[in-house]
């Protein structure tokens, strides 16, 4: 998609973070932006903070019934929705036997059901039209099944399926599915869940952390080239494809260099 200017895009989970600076992004390009979230409060003051057009849609993105009505919402406010970008996510890393059943429950519910639910609901216009994008976020834990982090390891795998499955089912219509894969961003979530970053492995220190009007860029650029993975930074991008093509290998290396053990054991 070369013309973003004027396009309908929705970003869920977009009141902080990486889908506000996603948000920031399309609107800086002209689109009209709706971001979803659960917190109405919070999404009018980044709207309020954002330039462009960009309106907050109130939406519980782990009931799917809910995430069909807010796309109606905005079918009926901006028109059909030309760009979806599958943001929103979350859970806690540590040991499984460690989670509540609501903490192993959460990483999964949000953003699978929520990316489900959306792509469901844009994709018949978008194959009318011959014509859109969809955007799904995922992690390095969507490559590799890295230990004490497993439901949200399980989702983001789930995450890269959507995405690739919908970019070959999609392809014939030309509308467009990306697969985007950031690093570690910058977005304060550590601060303020419950979701420690020291279960993550060693590994992670490795790569620059990244800011998200830095990945908003990135999600543009995409867009417009109908990227059908995008793994950032390159270096992120050298370290999945050593492992997919060496996996064993890769661990046993990672294992001998101290970098698969989390900070916290």
């Known amino acids: 998609m070369k013309n973003i200017k004027d ?13 506000k600076g996603i948000a ?16 109405q409060d919070k999404l009018d003051a980044t709207a309020a903070e954002l ?12 009931d799917a019934d809910d995430v069909r009505r807010v796309i109606a919402e905005v079918n009926e406010h901006y028109g059909a929705v030309d760009i979806l970008v599958n943001n929103v996510g979350g859970g806690t890393f540590k040991p499984l036997h460690m989670q509540t059943a609501a903490e192993a429950d959460l990483p999964v519910g949000i953003p699978v059901t929520a990316a489900m639910a959306a792509s469901h609901a844009v994709v018949p216009g ?7 994008h969809i955007v799904t976020l995922t992690s390095p834990a969507g490559y590799i099944p890295f230990p004490n982090m497993m439901p949200y390891v399980a989702a983001r ?7 690739l499955s ?16 950031p690093a570690q961003v910058n977005t304060g979530y550590f601060d303020r869940n419950d979701a420690n970053m020291d279960w993550y ?13 830095e990945v908003g860029v990135e999600v543009i650029k995409a867009i417009r080239k109908n990227k059908r993975e995008m793994i950032y930074p390159w270096s992120l991008r050298w370290f999945v494809r050593a492992y997919q093509k060496l996996p064993v ?17």
């Open 7 to 19: 396009k309908v895009a929705v970003v869920t989970g977009a009141s902080e973070g990486i889908g």
């Open 24 to 39: 920031k992004a399309l609107a800086a390009e002209g689109a009209k932006v709706a971001i979803v979230a659960r917190s």
């Open 51 to 62: 330039s462009g057009e960009v309106k907050g849609f109130k939406a519980d993105l782990m």
């Open 126 to 132: 978008m194959m009318e039209r011959r014509s859109g």
């Open 157 to 163: 795998h789930a995450m890269n399926g959507l995405a």
């Open 166 to 181: 919908l970019n070959e089912e999609l392809k014939p219509y030309g509308v467009g599915s990306t697969l985007f894969c």
């Open 201 to 213: 492995p060693k590994a992670s220190k490795i790569f620059p952390v990244l800011e998200p009007d």
């Open 249 to 265: 290998l890769s661990v046993a290396l990672l294992r001998l260099m101290g970098l698969w053990r989390p900070s916290a054991s």
